[in-house]
Nanobody, 117 residues
Framework: QVRLVESGGGSVQSGGSLTLSCVASGIPFSEYCLGWVRHVETKTREGVAGMGRDGRTAYEDSVKGRFTVSRDNAKSTLYLQMNSLQTEDTAVYYC???????????WGQGTQVTVSS
């Protein structure tokens, strides 16, 4: 069974940092494109950062220069290093995996990030 399990969320003050992790199982991890998506109840889902099979990355404009996505294929783990956090970053962060625009998307259960001013 496919599982993506996020961890690392928490509460920090504005300007602080957090590192999120997503451990995947049940999929050939190295063959999947991976990403982080965040959601606030009053807003639509927002893509935050993604990484392809070749290590290429993409970021939502508001997090460029502050967030860094990486992957460790040997550990089947995706990471998101978040620096200079702002209150607008408060959301539930979800890990997602798909076959690089060819379907097969899977989602984790999410981890809460709360940034206070």
């Amino acid at each position: 069974q496919v599982r993506l399990v996020e961890s690392g969320g928490g509460s920090v003050q504005s300007g602080g940092s957090l590192t999120l992790s997503c451990v995947a199982s049940g999929i050939p991890f190295s063959e999947y494109c991976l990403g982080w998506v965040r959601h606030v109840e009053t807003k639509t889902r927002e893509g935050v950062a993604g990484m392809g099979r070749d290590g290429r990355t993409a970021y939502e404009d508001s997090v460029k220069g502050r967030f860094t996505v990486s992957r460790d294929n040997a550990k089947s783990t995706l990471y998101l290093q978040m620096n200079s956090l702002q209150t607008e970053d408060t959301a539930v962060y979800y890990c997602a995996a798909d076959l690089c625009a060819n379907g097969g998307i899977y989602w984790g259960q999410g981890t809460q990030v709360t940034v206070s001013s």
